[in-house]
């Protein structure tokens, strides 16, 4: 299994240049998170996902949209990238609300906004 | 939402040193798990522990949910263990997990 992957792990833009993000699980999990890691602070809650074709906003979804349109895929889209977004952005998959509901995360992407 | 308390929010050691880290979380939760980032950014799972306790090696925790807190153990530490441990807490109702805004070990030879 390669668990969580995140698709790139590095990328620059431009201000005001769109771009997507792939996080993609092969462990069926119902759940999938999109989190943003700023210096010196914990991660904040972008968009989430409860199952395939649904999404629903997290604590800082301003400037980011989502889609689940395969079960495994949860993508992130920037369509006019800003400074304030540059980040490391995380995704991460559980299992649905069971008692073994562990959060497993990727190796996250490096974004910078020039 | 939750609010998840960590402390201290820096902590230098000298390896071999023990150290306990707290996370305070302040409504009932049903999963709590344990993270460490490592310095290159990797997130790595340590313990799930929505209640009791568990060692893993050098490491256990112990979380008393009645009490709304929780507590990693690190013994005998190593240069390897520096990094950033982050609590984070779910409540089935709220869909999401809370993550507390962590704790920076560094570890000295």
């Known amino acids: 299994n390669a668990g969580v992957t995140q698709t790139p792990k590095f990328r620059v833009l431009k201000t005001g240049q769109s771009m997507t993000l792939l996080c993609a699980q092969d462990?069926?999990?119902?759940?999938m998170y999109w989190y943003r890691q700023d210096p010196g602070m914990g991660l904040r809650l972008i968009h989430y996902?409860?199952?395939?074709?649904?999404?629903a906003k997290g604590e800082v979804p301003d400037g980011y949209n989502v889609s689940r349109l395969k079960k495994q895929n949860f993508l992130l889209g920037l369509e006019s990238a800003a400074p304030s977004q540059t980040s490391v952005y995380f995704c991460a998959s559980s299992t649905r609300g069971g008692p073994t509901d562990e959060q497993y995360f990727g190796p996250g992407t490096r974004l910078t906004v020039t | 939402g939750i609010q998840v308390e960590q402390s201290p929010p820096d902590l230098i050691l000298q390896e071999g040193a023990n150290s306990t880290l707290r996370c305070n979380f302040s409504d009932s939760v049903n999963n709590l798990q344990w993270f460490h980032q490592n310095p290159w950014g990797q997130l790595i799972n340590l313990f799930y522990?929505?209640?009791g306790t568990k060692q893993n090696g050098r490491l256990s925790a112990t979380t008393v949910a009645t009490e709304r807190y929780s507590l990693l153990y690190i013994s005998s530490s190593q240069t390897t263990d520096s990094g950033v441990y982050f609590c984070a807490v779910h409540r089935y109702n709220f869909n999401k997990f809370y993550f507390g805004s962590g704790t920076k070990l560094n570890v000295k030879p």
């Open positions: 462990m069926n999990h119902e759940y």
């Open positions: 996902s409860v199952g395939e074709g649904t999404t």
């Open positions: 522990i929505p209640s």
